[in-house]
């Protein structure tokens, strides 16, 4: 097959795959998804020819790239709009959570949101995206021997955070029959 075939096999088969690595990530912002997963797409399609046979991982890496600078633009664009004063709360738009609105399972995200973006990433390739620690090391650009370590650093690092949160997360840890 050509390259130009083999791109178009990688699209077709992970097009949906990196877009839900993207959503995740974005937490669900649409109009930003399609904007990462079509540079992504668009990143892949100019390195055609470095398409491993297993493209997954690949593209997950190139979207974390595109991701990365996606995230930085949108900080610029965030710090010009607060020094325009031009943000939702000048406005009386700002909107206050209710008491009963954390969502199911809210501790786990707040313990992942505490780790290192790094930690972040490791953990959720793994358990998100159900990469193997040789696929990660391919995400990431790194030695399998070194993805290895990250994931269980992570891992440590996240349980070390469960474990500060307190007993009202040990609790609902032990009713899900995780502890």
């Known amino acids: ?11 077709r ?5 990196v ?28 390195r055609r020819a470095d398409l ?6 690949w593209l997950y890496g190139v979207a974390r790239k595109c991701l990365a600078n996606a995230v930085r633009g949108q900080g610029r664009r965030r710090r010009l709009v607060d020094r ?8 009386g738009r700002h909107i206050e959570a209710g008491p009963d609105t954390e969502a199911p399972g ?6 992942l949101a505490r780790l290192s973006p790094a930690d972040q990433e490791v953990l959720r390739l793994t358990a998100w995206e159900e990469l193997g620690v040789e ?3 391919v995400a990431l650009g790194c030695g399998t021997r070194a993805a290895s370590m990250r994931l269980h650093r992570a891992r440590r690092r996240l349980r ?18 995780h502890g």
Do not use: C
């Open 84 to 91: 325009l004063g031009n943000d939702d709360t000048a406005h």
């Open 13 to 17: 088969e992970h097009y949906w795959a």
């Open 1 to 11: 097959m050509s390259d130009d075939d083999n791109f178009a096999a990688a699209y």
């Open 160 to 177: 070390s955070e469960i474990d500060r949160m307190g007993p009202k997360t040990a609790a609902a840890l032990k009713e899900n029959g």
């Open 52 to 57: 491993p046979q297993s493209p997954l991982p």
């Open 135 to 137: 696929e990660v090391a």
């Open 106 to 111: 809210a501790w786990v995200h707040e313990a």
């Open 19 to 46: 877009s839900r690595y993207v959503a995740r990530r974005l937490d669900g912002r649409m109009n930003e998804v399609e904007e990462v997963v079509a540079e992504a797409f668009t990143v892949a399609w100019r």
